[in-house]
């Protein structure tokens, strides 16, 4: 059984350019949220994906926008990339009504 | 507003003993969820255990034990027999009812020494 997994591991981009990071949930899940976390921080909410509808968001700007597939499958897109969105960005399953929430390994991405 | 509290940087354990990771949480809510995980340097959150605000046990998971206080709003992980592969970082999360967001804490750097 296949866990959370993202694509690419890590990533380097400049400053103005725009990335997408990919995002399959656990076997069974239809709930994909979205985390940032930055150098000695714990992660933070970006946003949480239901039945391809954006269900939550967190307080993050514009810029973050996202996108859920039929396949539950999802994709977080950052435009105008700055310094600080260097970080591991973490994608997390959950669903049939369970509570726990199961992480991916993470893209790093880094600009420069 | 949520928010979590751990108030140890960092803690050092010599292999087979046990160990307390100390969690606080702050919420007007009845019914919410504490979460623990444990991030070792590959980055991978990895699921530890799980407790709900009405559950009356405290919850295990093999070594795994969380130490439920709600009257104190504590939610302390306890680890028993530590190993050397228990070296990692330690989030204490929440998720209040109604919302979909987990709130983490700062972490805890544990180090098992031999």
């Known amino acids: 059984d296949a866990g959370v997994t993202q694509s690419p591991t890590h990533l380097i981009k400049t400053r103005g350019q725009q990335v997408t990071l990919r995002c399959s949930p656990k076997?069974?899940?239809?709930?994909v949220s979205w985390y940032q976390q930055a150098l000695g921080q714990g992660p933070q909410f970006i946003f949480q994906?239901?039945?391809?509808?954006?269900?939550q968001r967190g307080n993050f700007p514009d810029r973050f926008s996202g996108h859920q597939f039929p396949n539950y499958s999802s994709e977080l897109n950052v435009n105008a990339l700055l310094l600080g969105d260097s970080a591991l960005y973490l994608c997390?399953?959950?669903?049939?009504?369970?509570?726990?929430?199961?992480f991916g390994s993470g893209t790093q991405l880094s600009v420069l | 507003a949520q928010k979590i509290t751990q108030t140890q940087p960092g803690m050092f354990v010599q292999e087979k003993e046990a160990v307390t990771l100390d969690c606080t949480y702050d919420t007007s809510d009845q019914s919410y969820g504490l979460f623990w995980y444990k991030q070792p340097s590959s980055g991978e959150m990895i699921f530890l255990i799980y407790q709900g605000s009405y559950d009356e046990q405290n919850a295990t998971e093999g070594r795994y034990s969380l130490n439920f206080q709600k009257a104190r709003k504590s939610a302390n992980l306890v680890i028993s027999a530590s190993q050397l592969g228990d070296s990692a970082m330690y989030f204490c999360a929440m998720r209040e009812r109604g919302f979909q967001k987990l709130v983490f804490g700062t972490g805890t750097r544990l180090l098992v020494s031999p």
């Open positions: 994906y239901y039945e391809e509808e954006e269900r």
């Open positions: 076997s069974g899940h239809d709930t």
């Open positions: 997390a399953s959950n669903g049939g009504g369970n509570e726990k929430l199961f």
